[in-house]
């Protein structure tokens, strides 16, 4: 696997350096005269392109406005409750998350060892019929 990653590499002209991918100077090249500018792109761009551009971008605000009203609901009503407030997910540019990566909530799992949660369970005899469990050892 090594080897084939080395062939394309050298394939690619690229090395990877400081956490960077690093080109070669021919490749480097190519990319500045393949590069076009905004003005340029825009206007080699199809109608349609400019008809829902605006549509994909008003889908910002929504968000926004979902983001503030669950970060204001969250602070306003989880510690009425005593819910552990949640964590917003790790930003993208590489900084480190603040939960390793897997792991859940504190709060998550915790109540199902109570003694007064019951748990139904429905299994299917061999005749067909079924059987309802609460977990706490009776059938009903």
Do not use: H
């Amino acid at each position: 696997m090594q080897t084939e990653y080395a062939k394309k590499r050298d394939d690619f002209g690229f090395a990877v350096g400081r956490r960077r991918v690093l080109f070669s100077e021919q490749v480097a090249a190519l990319q500045r005269e393949s590069k076009s500018g905004l003005l340029r792109y825009v206007a080699r761009a199809s109608w349609l392109m400019g008809v829902t551009a605006p549509v994909i971008y008003l889908g910002i605000v929504p968000m926004l406005l979902l983001d503030a009203f669950l970060f204001i609901y969250q602070s306003i009503c989880f510690p009425v409750y005593g819910i552990a407030k949640a964590r917003r997910a790790p930003s993208s540019n590489g900084a480190p998350s603040n939960t390793p990566a897997g792991s859940l909530p504190p709060t998550i799992g915790t109540r199902a060892s109570s003694s007064t949660a019951t748990r139904r369970t429905t299994s299917w005899g061999s005749s067909g019929s079924a059987t309802r469990s609460t977990g706490r050892g009776d059938e009903a």
